[in-house]
């Protein structure tokens, strides 16, 4: 059965770069599926990030894709998500994901100084 | 982007009820990837649904979920005490993902 678990600093400053890892047990990243980061301002709905295909190809929201970069490391099996420039209104629980079946617990990111 | 619209925003409902919770798409969701999602206070999303209608492991057959398109239904057939949530849908279909915007079902 896999599993996904987020971790990363719960506070960042303004203006800094906010940097999470998921890391995935019980599967190999390497194998399928599509590896996604979601988020949700607290007391807000959920908003897509972006994800990682293993078909090919990464996407990410519009709106976001400036600031967002999603890597992988099969040799650890894990994938990172990166948000550089953050505001106040990158404050949420972040989320990742295998496919839309598997999510991992969450993890909240607040930023400010 | 596709966008998805669900309605109504907020569903009064008593115990025993029928719910029945709508998702529309700005453009046709490709192959019926269309998943649904029960989110209770400070717990994390869980899927109910995914591929429009197929039900995901563990989740009661009250819940059923039709449509194809652009029109998607999340029906619960009669309302349990735990059921009473915030249901989101979200489109896997195309290269951007996208969720609707929530449905919260409270009791009358």
């Known amino acids: 059965q896999v599993q996904l678990q987020e971790s990363g600093p719960g506070l960042v400053k303004p203006s800094e770069t906010l940097s999470l890892t998921c890391a995935v047990s019980g599967y190999s990243i390497s194998s399928g599926y599509s590896w996604s980061w979601i988020r949700q301002p607290p007391g807000k709905g959920l908003e897509w990030i972006g994800s990682f295909h293993q078909s090919g190809g990464t996407y990410y929201n519009p709106s976001l894709k400036s600031r967002v970069t999603i890597s992988v490391d099969t040799s650890k099996n894990q994938f990172s998500l990166t948000v550089t420039s953050v505001t106040a209104a990158d404050t949420a629980f972040y989320y990742c994901?295998?496919?839309?079946?598997?999510w991992g617990q969450g993890t909240l990111v607040t930023v400010s100084s | 982007e596709i966008v998805l619209t669900q309605s109504p925003g907020t569903l009064s409902l008593s115990p025993g009820e029928r719910a029945a919770l709508s998702c529309r798409a700005s453009q046709s969701v490709s192959s019926s990837n269309l998943a649904w999602y029960q989110q209770k206070p400070g717990q994390t999303p869980r899927v109910l649904i995914y591929?429009?209608?197929s039900r995901a492991t563990g989740i009661p057959d009250r819940f059923s979920g039709s449509g194809s398109g652009t029109d998607f239904t999340l029906t619960i057939s009669r309302l349990e005490p735990e059921d009473f949530a915030v249901y989101y849908c979200q489109q896997y279909g195309s290269s951007t993902w996208t969720f609707g915007q929530g449905t919260k079902v409270e009791i009358k």
């Open positions: 591929g429009a209608s």
């Open positions: 994901a295998r496919g839309v079946l598997a």
